[in-house]
């Protein structure tokens, strides 16, 4: 943050006038062998101004001058001159030129030009006046200047030189650039550049080993670079701060100092920086025990404006104030004399607090004895968006809830009606009334000529079409599920050796039966499970009842994609191997977008909803049952708020339901919903939250010691992997439609 605060020119102008205001004006103090008598202005063609500044004697050599550019200003100073001209302050008000200002020391008085606007400016002497011309461009300078010569050719312009730059560290942690001139009537021009303030000297040499760059980062103030270079043959200092500060400049005699000053900012500060909530220009005052009219007077001359004092206003203060807001001055005497002040267009009455409450109190009290005389008039008014019966209530001071019955047409509201609270909140004068007709929403307002206009201007503010606000939602249900299993079913037959009349079996069941059959044909059911079964019988043989061999290990995978049986004989051994292996694996993804969408007014709630309500029955009281019914439904309920940047604020409930697992007492719902308010950029999107589920499951069906067997314990058992993945998303796109599109 940059701020160019000037402080040499009002600074030293105002500490002079203090010096001198309890003494006398400044025109009765000689100050030298010259007097200034009288400052004319001449408007030349393309806006240009020639000032003349007419002296009792000639002077020696123009001036040495310099310009401010916040305020814009041109300052310079005249030697052993006095002010005979009678003005501390000199009202002109054409072009750019608004006033000067002039201030008187013991050896000299320093002339302030003060601008509306940047200028570029010359001085020329002619015989005892001092020419000042001022043109928005240098090159229009000189036709103003061949305006001059008809009367002297202008002083040569003497040579200047910059003897030295320094950087210093000030106490505060200011950056401090002291430029030591060859002699004071360098002119000096201060101005910010972007970024950067620079400092131009007019007709001035930079010797070359003062041509470079000061690296000043180390001294920890906000300057971090200070550039001396020649530019348009002049010399120029660039100053190259970092983070918020400020300036000021100032010029004593040869010596040029600008302060680059650090801004902390403080979040309880509307206005950052040293101005501390004041926005007037800079000064200095420094009064001992001064007629405190005086001093309001000094303010007066400083900021051209125009102050009314009071004639109660009396007393002396003494008062030291450097470097500050002329209204934070203002405010400071004010509050140490009891005082008070009113602004009134650009008049500034001061007068103690005491007599401004009378006159406020005198005044309310006229003005409402002038109401409960003043005849009342009726107006009708035709509203073209607001309901009639909600702006009678805003006009009687209630809520919407005031209406009630008022729905009929013609329902008259006089002055005494209505609750305490809503006398003390009504718009209407205590003596106005109000009637509406619904069917034309017209209302007729009888009261004061000045309530009726004050009603007429709260209806062009809110009988104005609602913006519209479009809501668009997306719930994205993305599920990912994936199914592994492996199983096996084993078993083992030994027939015996050939000639012998024993077979053994060990064996399981798929449906846990069996049937033996004998020999004789006799069929015997039992159930066993791994069992061992030894016949006598020759030729016997063990079945199942689904007439399939039984197996040992029975864990086969349900519903199996795929398998793999196996049956081996070994004749030397007579064992018969029966081994069956199946598998199964699965992998399903699935995403469901549901989309609903509504539109409604600027705050107003609005619902959509689309779903099934689901039947179950309830015991009543007499002991019989009814039928109820469960929503199970996706809904979108939201109230929008348009702000002033066209952003929206969202109040939101977004819920999915779904009809879930039958159960004893009725039917689960299955219930998805959110809860949130957000702010959203008009036609953005904003995800309100997700939910993502996972589940992993694993396991493992086996035969005891067998299904722990490596490698082999693979045909004893079945395992079982599961990974199931569900992922919940709610999108929300509000967009403000525009009421200026028509249709076709």
């Not at 102008?13 to 008598?37: C, I, K, R, S, Y």
């Amino acid at each position: 943050m940059m701020k160019t605060l000037i402080s040499f020119a009002t600074q030293l102008a105002l500490f002079f006038v203090g010096m001198t205001t309890h003494a006398a004006l400044a025109a009765d103090m000689p100050a030298g062998n010259n007097q200034l008598q009288a400052v004319e202005v001449t408007t030349l063609p393309g806006g240009r101004l020639n000032v003349q500044l007419q002296l009792a004697q000639p002077l020696s050599a123009a001036p040495a001058s310099f310009t401010l550019t916040n305020p814009p200003r041109v300052v310079f100073d005249i030697p052993r001159t006095s002010n005979a001209t009678g003005k501390n302050v000199v009202t002109i008000n054409q072009g750019a030129l608004k006033s000067v200002q002039v201030a008187q020391a013991n050896d000299r008085s320093r002339i302030v030009l003060n601008l509306s606007k940047p200028v570029q400016h010359q001085l020329q002497l002619q015989q005892n006046n001092l020419l000042i011309a001022l043109a928005q461009d240098s090159s229009e300078l000189a036709p103003a200047a061949a305006a001059v010569r008809r009367y002297a050719e202008p002083a040569a312009v003497a040579n200047h030189r910059i003897q030295n730059i320094d950087f210093v560290r000030g106490k505060n942690g200011e950056g401090r650039i002291m430029v030591d001139l060859s002699d004071s009537r360098v002119g000096v021009n201060v101005r910010n550049a972007g970024k950067t303030v620079v400092i131009d000297f007019s007709n001035t040499e930079l010797p070359e080993s003062l041509q470079r760059r000061l690296n000043v980062i180390n001294f920890n103030t906000p300057v971090l670079y200070v550039d001396a270079l020649r530019h348009n043959n002049q010399a120029q200092i660039v100053i190259e701060p970092q983070g918020d500060w400020e300036q000021s400049a100032y010029q004593a005699d040869r010596k040029l100092v600008v302060d680059i000053r650090p801004v902390v900012r403080d979040p309880n500060k509307l206005i950052q920086g040293s101005k501390q909530g004041y926005a007037g220009e800079k000064l200095s005052l420094n009064f001992q025990r001064v007629d405190v009219r005086d001093v309001l007077k000094v303010i007066a001359d400083f900021t051209g404006k125009n102050i009314v004092v009071s004639d109660s206003v009396s007393g002396s203060v003494t008062i030291g104030l450097k470097d500050v807001p002329w209204d934070q001055a203002l405010d400071v005497i004010m509050q140490s004399k009891g005082l008070d002040m009113r602004v009134n267009g650009s008049v500034i009455s001061i007068a103690p607090a005491e007599e401004f409450a009378a006159k406020e109190k005198a005044q309310l009290t006229a003005d409402a004895e002038r109401e409960t005389l003043e005849t009342l008039r009726t107006e009708v008014f035709s509203l073209k968006y607001q309901k009639a019966a909600d702006f009678r209530n805003m006009l009687l001071g209630g809520g919407p809830s005031m209406t009630g019955g008022g729905a009929s047409a013609g329902a008259a509201v006089g002055g005494t009606s209505g609750s305490g609270a809503g006398r003390m909140n009504r718009i209407l004068s205590q003596r106005g009334s109000v009637t509406f007709d619904v069917r034309t929403n017209t209302i007729f307002v009888q009261d004061t000529p000045k309530k009726l206009d004050e009603i007429q201007a709260i209806i062009n503010k809110v009988d104005v079409p609602v913006k519209q606000v479009m809501i668009e939602s997306r719930m994205v249900i993305a599920s990912n599920t994936f199914s592994k299993a492996l199983g096996a079913r084993f078993g083992i037959t030994q027939t015996g050796t050939p000639g012998s009349n024993t077979n053994m079996t060990v064996s399981g069941s798929l449906g846990n039966r069996f049937t033996e059959v004998s020999a004789t044909g006799v069929a015997t059911q039992g159930t066993h499970n791994g069992s061992i079964q030894t016949a006598s019988n020759n030729g016997s043989t063990l079945t199942s009842s689904d007439g399939l061999p039984d197996l040992m290990s029975n864990l086969p995978v349900s519903n199996a994609y795929g398998g793999i049986a196996l049956s081996l004989l070994k004749l030397s051994a007579n064992l018969l191997l029966n081994l069956e292996l199946s598998a199964l694996e699965a992998d399903s993804r699935g995403k469901v977008i549901s989309s609903p969408r509504v539109t409604t007014a600027n705050q107003q709630k609005a619902r959509i909803a689309q779903g099934v309500e689901i039947p179950y029955q309830t015991a009543t009281s007499s002991g019989a049952t009814a039928v109820s019914f469960k929503k199970a439904e996706l809904s979108l309920e939201v109230t929008p708020q348009i702000t002033p940047d066209q952003k929206i604020i969202m109040d939101l409930d977004v819920r999915k339901d779904s009809r879930g697992e039958n159960l004893p007492g009725g039917v689960a719902i299955n219930t998805q919903n959110v809860q949130t308010q957000v702010l959203v950029g008009n036609g953005e999107t904003v995800v309100l939250g997700g939910i993502y589920e996972q589940v992993s499951r694993k396991s493992t069906d086996k035969v005891p010691f067998f299904g722990d067997l490596p490698v082999v314990g693979y045909a004893f058992k079945r395992n079982t992997k599961q990974e199931d993945k569900t992922e919940l998303l709610i999108f929300i796109t509000p967009k403000v439609m525009d009421e200026t599109l028509a249709l076709n």
